[in-house]
């Protein structure tokens, strides 16, 4: 592998790329940047978990195309020659995933296989988003991409953590044996507009607890961090890597950390008023920490997150 980074052969002129959960949070914002970019794009959603809303903010346009499939069983996709399939289907948050444990499983092995396959019969990048959870309840902090993470196998939220886990593996095992031209990330806590109001994470939580002026829910004693990074940033750090050839995984994150009970300071010095708190039972398995260590991307893709914790938080009350 280089040292340096080197430009992508898969990148130049106007692209044809197909993206699974394209309905979701972080699939509808890179149909938006490639649409802009004029990029033509086809999106590929079951919505089990994304959301008919998403797709309708680009139903009108010319350059885009909306297949309703579940890719586990295939990806019913018969165009013309694809550029890139990106692999972003799947349930996302804690109560998602857990509601489909079977499903989040399926999507993660026989998904992306199916998409691995479609790339390569056309020659295509591939490009999957993995997560975080794959570090599991880390013992190594901050989480490197070399750290091989600490997941409980048989867990509640081991249905997301080895699917993605697994997901990685036989990307890998695509690009080393058939020579597909993958790129992996590792998404850390990423959030911003259109997620899901019962999306169940803790700053869609926060910011629609506090537009009701509800107590805002904290799990067990609050110490437990968390790093958390807006959209926007995610979105030009996965451009960025598309633009280089690096095959193995790359966290992408904000490195800034906070324990739930500081981020609740965030909210409170926003919104300038006093904002009351309910706690409630630590779920199980439910990390202790999380930061990424993005040593990677600063070095690979030049990228750094640029919007702070406060900034973002601002947006997300804004959008509601």
């Known amino acids: 592998m280089p040292e340096t980074p080197v430009p992508s052969t898969a990148t130049s002129g106007p692209l044809r790329i197909l993206i699974t959960g394209s309905a979701g949070f972080v699939g509808s914002h890179l149909v938006e940047r490639f649409l802009n970019e004029g990029h033509t794009v086809i999106g590929v959603d079951n919505y089990i978990s994304g959301q008919v809303s998403n797709t309708d903010l680009f139903s009108d346009h010319p350059r885009f195309t909306f297949i309703e499939a579940d890719v586990s069983h295939g990806i019913p996709y018969t165009g013309e020659k694809l550029d890139w399939v990106m692999h972003f289907a799947s349930p996302a948050s804690p109560p998602h995933y ?22 390569h019969a056309h020659g295509a990048g591939f490009f999957l988003a993995s997560t975080s959870e794959v570090y599991g309840d880390p013992l190594v902090h901050p989480q490197p991409e070399t750290y091989w993470g600490n997941v409980n196998p048989i867990g509640v939220r081991s249905c997301y953590d080895e699917a993605k886990r697994y997901a990685e593996a036989i990307t890998m095992a695509y690009h080393r044996s058939r020579g597909v031209n993958t790129r992996i990330i590792r998404i850390f806590n990423t959030y911003g507009p259109r997620m899901r109001p019962d999306d169940g994470r803790v700053i869609t939580n926060f910011v629609h607890q506090a537009l009701r002026g509800e107590p805002l829910t904290v799990y067990g004693n609050g110490s437990q961090t968390r790093s958390f990074q807006y959209i926007d940033d995610l979105v030009e750090g996965i451009s960025r890597l598309m633009m280089v050839e690096y095959h193995e995984p790359v966290n992408l994150g904000n490195p800034d950390e906070f324990t739930m009970l500081e981020l609740i300071q965030v909210f409170k010095e926003i919104l300038a008023k006093d904002l009351q708190i309910r706690f409630e039972s630590l779920p199980l398995d439910d990390p202790k920490q999380r930061k990424p260590n993005i040593d990677t991307a600063k070095a690979w893709l030049k990228w750094d997150p640029e919007i702070s914790l406060s900034e973002g938080i601002r947006k997300a009350l804004v959008l509601g």
């Open 98 to 119: 857990q509601q489909f444990p079977v499903e989040t499983l399926m999507v993660g092995a026989q998904g992306t296989q199916n998409g691995l396959e479609l790339a």
